[in-house]
């Protein structure tokens, strides 16, 4: 079951995930991204269960991850091709592995990204476009953006925060 609160509803990141937030999505993205594009190169490379991987791609495709594209007339054979909103995702999956490498490899990472001209490891940061400084948890806060509900913005006003003139003395 899926959460339907307003504010969940109206989070940026709660609709993100309703959208890829499901394990195997995330791991079929990935696959995208690798160069898969077909029923049977992701299942063979996720070993997941054709009536789940079925689902996924149908839901991948109905939130625009994915253009379904007919290859072959008989039978009827499709491919998976990424769509922009889907590559829009890749700095998502990139970050998810360099926190991976950082946190859950204690004996060293099994995969590096890497330059594509020249090999070289990359390290990734998420920056700010403008000034290109690293965006960390210290420097950001969220704001209400022009559409947000009243809602919205009280729930933003009352967390500690995002607004530390509501943390309790001794915080």
């Given at each position: 079951?899926?959460?339907k ?67 072959h ?48 490891p ?31 913005r ?18």
């Amino acid at each position: 079951m899926h959460p339907k609160s307003p504010s969940t509803l109206e989070c940026p990141v709660g609709r993100a995930v309703e959208t890829v937030g499901e394990w195997w999505s995330i791991l079929i993205l990935r696959d995208a991204f690798q160069g898969a594009t077909k029923f049977d190169e992701f299942s063979q490379s996720l070993g997941i269960a054709p009536n789940i991987l079925s689902r996924r791609l149908a839901h991948l495709t109905a939130s625009g991850m994915f253009v379904r594209r007919r290859y072959h007339e008989r039978p009827p054979r499709y491919e998976y091709v990424l769509t922009d909103k889907a590559r829009d995702f890749f700095p998502v999956i990139v970050a998810l592995l360099a926190w991976g490498n950082r946190h859950l490899a204690p004996k060293g990472e099994s995969i590096v990204l890497a330059n594509r001209n020249d090999r070289r490891p990359l390290d990734p940061v998420v920056v700010d476009a403008t000034d290109m400084h690293p965006i960390t948890l210290a420097d950001a806060v969220v704001i209400a953006g022009p559409r947000a509900s009243r809602g919205m913005r009280a729930r933003l006003a009352s967390l500690k925060a995002m607004n530390p003139a509501v943390a309790p003395a001794g915080d």
